[in-house]
């Protein structure tokens, strides 16, 4: 009698893992956390920080993971392009936080990195609206996922936090 599959653990499931992991550990690096989101809508995972003497910071930064064997990475280009989900970037440009599209390179273990509302701010005219249900995003090759680009990310928060502190005292 033939024993019925299994499921199984496939590759897929075995680099999306990595690239997690991969993210905390920068964060870990800082002296940062990352909560993982259990019911993931869109956000997978986000970053707690903390100053000199171990306070919390307020406000997060929130991280969409990307995981593949396949990165393009085209000689003589310093960008490479990666399709997201038009139902995702929707959520991501309402979101108060800023929303960083981590893009894990598992072969290198390597990761690059979008600050999804302020590349979208930049491109003059762009409609969501208009949009197909997936969107080409250029990610250069310089934003490696790194302890020095979670340091970054903590600053586009305290920037946003600003921002809207400043809106309060008006």
Known sequence: MESPTRKR???A???A???VCFVEWQALRCGY??????HDYGIDLELKTYNKTGEREPGDVLFQVKATDGLLLRQGRNTFSFRIERADLRLWLMEKSPVMLIVFDAR???AYWCYIQQYFQAMRG???GKAGETITVNIPLANRVNS???RQF???RDRISDQLEGLQHE
């Not at 956390?33 to 259990?38: A, D, F, L, N, S």
Request: hydrophobic fraction near 35%.
């Open 9 to 11: 653990r496939t590759r």
């Open 13 to 15: 499931h075995v680099i």
């Open 17 to 19: 893992d990595l690239s």
């Open 33 to 38: 956390t990352i909560e993982r989101v259990r």
């Open 108 to 110: 290198k273990t390597r």
């Open 126 to 128: 762009f409609d969501i």
């Open 148 to 150: 020095r680009a979670m």
């Open 154 to 156: 903590s600053r586009f």
